[in-house]
């Protein structure tokens, strides 16, 4: 049943895989990897599928072998080169842990920065991903998009960063100033504030 429950899930098959689990298969069920049914529907982004297993109790911060959750799946799919904010969402919704870190230290926001995925980066900023977090190499989401010159994601964090600010007297914004990374130049494309 395992092979035909994890198949039916890559698939999107949200009829077929609601009579799996009536006929008793378990909405938890992991493959030999430690992914779990959650992990698999959010790495494909099935939001129908998502939104059925965690009805059906799958837990929302089941980790794999590598300690990634169905949420960090979502981020960013390889093979159709995007992520799945609604995807992103639904498991926040759920109490997905957007803070959680795999190797290095790396957490949510900073994969979705890295990989350009402006409307993922939205998601988690709405959810209050925490945009001053480092990894173990001290390099924060900012960086990571500025590495790779995601000008819009750049963006996004830069004016998130500046209406979140609390104004200090005297002090006035002319602009963004990043941290250096060695063996890195990055010219940064920053929006001037509306206001």
């Known amino acids: 049943m395992s092979t035909e429950l994890f198949n039916a899930v890559l698939a999107g098959d949200v009829a077929k895989v609601t009579g799996l689990l009536k006929s008793g298969a378990d909405c938890n069920t992991a493959n030999d990897e430690g992914a779990s049914l959650l992990m698999l529907a959010a790495g494909a982004g099935h939001l129908a599928m998502v ?6 109790g799958a837990k929302v911060d089941a980790t ?12 960013f799919n390889y093979e159709q ?6 995807v992103v969402s639904s498991l926040i919704d759920a109490g997905a842990d957007i803070e959680h870190q795999v190797s290095y230290g790396t957490r949510p926001l900073m994969i979705a920065a890295g990989y350009g995925e402006a409307a993922v980066v939205d998601v988690l900023l709405a959810a209050g991903a925490d945009t001053g977090a480092m990894n173990e190499g001290g390099r924060t989401a900012r960086v990571m998009a500025e590495t790779k010159d995601y000008v819009e994601v750049v963006n996004q964090l830069h004016m998130h960063d500046l209406r979140n600010a609390e104004p200090k007297r005297g002090a006035c914004s002319t602009g963004a100033v990043s941290k250096a ?7 940064n494309f920053v929006r001037k504030p509306l206001h």
């Open 181 to 187: 990374v060695p063996g890195v130049n990055v010219v």
């Open 64 to 75: 794999d072998a590598r300690g990634w959750t169905p949420l960090m799946k979502a981020l």
């Open 81 to 86: 080169n995007r992520g799945f904010p609604d």
């Open 51 to 56: 939104d059925m297993l965690l009805m059906a």
